[in-house]
């Protein structure tokens, strides 16, 4: 019995030197991480297979034992990739009691992993951390946690905001993991400005009044995105239509007339002069940039082809632009003939 009872002393007493080595040297316990849910499908980071560099959002607590003061600690993220080897995903973070206060067991803290460009990023992150016990850095090590990560679809982004403005439009990129880092305007020199603000939105300006239509271009994912603008009154040309030639007898010529480019929002008014042979057989007001005419016959009146005018009033929000073409009905002749453009 006297063996029995010193064999578990021995036995105790090394079970409390064990723990003590793994738990009472050690100040930190561990440190609990995650990123924001967002970025997380089937239990996996989400990162984007882009050329840009790329953020995920964290947030991470340290957790000391119960009774320890003078913490000092430092640590970061890291991606372990294959054979071992490791990217480093985040600047060094530091602890000390003051992050702690006197009671409070735990510290937290927040930022983003930093998956650099033109580094994998399929591998596990870990958060990696030592701590100074007696005036020396001990040996790294890691936090219990570990999170593999995985690549997502390649996303579409949407360019969010107006399709006419009068004087100035705000613009925002929606489905967008991280900002963009081209957005520009084009065709619009002397039409409209680009203000690009740090978060990734941005307006649009009309300069001196002019009228026009913009494209903006945002670069994403290797891509271009793009969305047209119109800048003030609508724009509208009218054509190319070739003479038009009318039918015999009680022949009726449709003829097809169209603005572009055609822009949503704007109503079109249309007009024929030079002749009383043309009439419009569904009225003479649309919505869709486009006008049938009927031409009627021109018997009997000669060879010589009509001057006329094709005139329309286009109309949006911010005013009306008039756009005219000049084209030519050639009288039937012998044998008849057919319209066209």
């Known amino acids: 019995m006297k063996r029995i009872t010193n064999f578990i002393g021995v036995f105790l007493v090394l079970i409390i030197n064990t723990v003590y080595a793994q738990n009472f040297n050690e100040k930190v316990n561990n440190v609990v991480w995650g990123v924001k849910s967002t970025f997380v499908t089937n239990g996996k980071i989400i990162v984007l297979d882009i050329d840009e560099h790329y953020f995920v959002p964290f947030s991470f607590r340290v957790e000391k034992w119960a009774g320890k003061t003078g913490v000092e600690m430092e640590g970061y993220f890291v991606l372990e990739v294959g054979g071992g080897a490791e990217d480093v995903l985040s600047s060094t973070f530091t602890f000390n009691d003051l992050d702690f206060g006197e009671s409070i067991l735990t510290a937290e803290k927040t930022g983003n992993l930093g998956f650099a460009r033109n580094l994998s990023r399929i591998g596990t992150v870990k958060f990696k951390f030592r701590e100074k016990l007696n005036g020396t850095w001990q040996a790294y090590r890691y936090a219990t946690k570990t999170q593999s990560t995985t690549y997502a679809p390649r996303p579409d982004i949407t360019i969010d905001g107006p399709d006419h403005i009068c004087s100035t439009g705000s613009y925002s990129i929606g489905n967008a993991q991280y900002i963009p880092s081209g957005i520009t305007l084009e065709n619009a020199v002397g039409i409209a400005s680009l203000t690009v603000n740090n978060d990734g939105t941005f307006s649009i300006s009309q300069i001196n009044n002019s009228t026009g239509i913009v494209k903006i271009k945002v670069r994403y994912d290797n891509r271009e995105f793009t969305k047209s603008v119109i800048i003030g009154n609508p724009v509208a040309i009218i054509g190319p239509t070739m003479p038009v030639y009318a039918q015999k007898g009680g022949g009726i010529q449709d003829v097809w007339f169209s603005v572009t480019p055609h822009q949503p929002g704007t109503t079109y008014e249309w007009e024929v002069t030079g002749t009383n042979r043309v009439i419009f057989p569904y009225g003479n007001t649309d919505t869709h940039a486009g006008m049938t005419i009927h031409v009627l016959n021109h018997d009997n009146m000669g060879t010589a082809p009509f001057p006329?005018?094709?005139?329309?009033?286009?109309?949006?929000?911010?005013?009306?632009?008039?756009?005219?073409?000049?084209?030519?009905?050639?009288?039937a002749q012998p044998g008849g003939g057919s319209g066209h453009l």
């Open 308 to 331: 006329c005018v094709m005139k329309v009033k286009a109309t949006n929000s911010c005013g009306t632009t008039t756009a005219t073409y000049n084209f030519s009905i050639v009288p």
